[in-house]
């Protein structure tokens, strides 16, 4: 059996036109070389797969607060080419090498979803005598949430065309849509119908439409991704900010990766699901409060 799932992969690969590589032949990392020297801090900002990074727009009051910005781009997006496959550890070498060539310069590392591992990686790599500090949202968890994932991704699908009685992609999009934003109540609560096309509206503009060869090169690598058994943070400060309805990496699955990883910060946010970005663009200002030192007060 797995090797019938491992052929169909490699079938599904080879007839989408998916890069094998690990490195693409541009630099994914975007960032103003001169804002950065004059800074004595970075920040820098790692999308989750199938993201943009335009959903980091709200950061940009970073700038004032006296950091130089970073961002990575992924496979097909933000002008990539789509000539390589996300490869946790692969990024989180390329990413390290650019904050170690600024080694008087202290390091926030901020990811959404996959970008949480990421900087979880990246962190020890950084070297110096200087703070470097971790802030995941929404994050993934190991083997990309594994089977509990994909059964509750199955299930709101199957809610959501219960809820609309309808088959129309557009439509079970929409409801579906509504449990990422505010988790399970919104699948079939009639209530949230205008408020979801307000959202939906907006939405529009993060919203990034995929063909199935770049979908694959963001997620190939996810299922097969496990923190390493060396993976040191000690002396690195850790938090997760996650709403507490996400039904992509559930409360559950993060606490038990924050046990494992040794039992960081996670700080919830209640009614909100997978999009804290979209939903609580405030969670930046936590974050930076938590990077920063300060009092994370919501």
Known sequence: MKKILIMMVLVCVTACGVPLARKSAIDPLLYDAHDIGRSDKIAIFIPGALASIDIFEATESWDDAGYARAMYRFPGLDGMPNDHLIHPATVAERIAAFANSYPDKDVALIGYSTGGPIALLTAPQITGDRDVRVAAMSTAVEHGGGLGTVFRGVEDIVKAMIATGSLRRQTVWK???????????????PLFEDRLSRDIAAGEKIIVKLDPAVALAHTLGLPGFQVPADLDLHGIPVAFFVGL?????STRQTYDFSKKIGDVAIYGYPEQGHLLFFTRPDVFDDMRAFVEDRPVVR
């Open 175 to 189: 409801r579906f849509w509504a449990g990422l934003l505010y988790g399970p109540d919104a699948l079939d609560d």
């Open 245 to 249: 309805n996400d039904r992509v990496f």
